[in-house]
Each structure stands twice: as structure tokens, then as C-alpha cells.
């Protein structure tokens, strides 16, 4: 059994625009997972350097 009408030049010209949508919303996605991966791992933002005040310092044992 097949399909009744498989005229493959008007279904490329009913899919065109779905799956231009479909690629421009993965294309965002990915951006979008990009751009939280590269936020989350920016080093940047993170002090690594500890301030340490003379208070902080643990006495001297004499």
C-alpha cells in the first residue's frame, strides 16, 4: 500500500519554512547552552586570591 500522491516538489515547497524555523530554533538553543556553559565556568567574576587581614593571622606560639 502506498502513499496516494507523492509529489516530492510541493512537499519541499510546504516544508521549507517548518524546518528553517526548526534549524533557527536549535541554532538558538545552542547559543543559549553556550552562553550559560561559558558564564557558569568564567573565571573572571571568581576571586581566587584570599585577603587575608593581620586579625585573621593565628598567634604566634612563643
Known amino acids: 500500500m502506498s502513499a496516494p500522491e507523492t509529489n516530492v516538489d510541493t512537499q519541499k515547497k510546504r516544508h521549507k519554512f517548518p524546518l ?3 534549524a533557527l530554533a ?8 553556550f552562553g550559560v556553559t561559558n558564564l557558569a565556568f568564567d573565571d573572571d567574576s ?4 584570599p585577603v587575608v587581614t593581620e586579625g585573621d593571622l ?5
Request: proline residues 5%; glycine residues 10%; without cysteine.
Open 20 to 22: 528553517i524555523g526548526i
Open 26 to 33: 536549535v541554532a538558538v538553543g545552542a547559543l543559549m547552552i
Open 46 to 49: 571568581v576571586e581566587t586570591t
Open 58 to 62: 593565628p598567634a604566634a606560639a612563643e
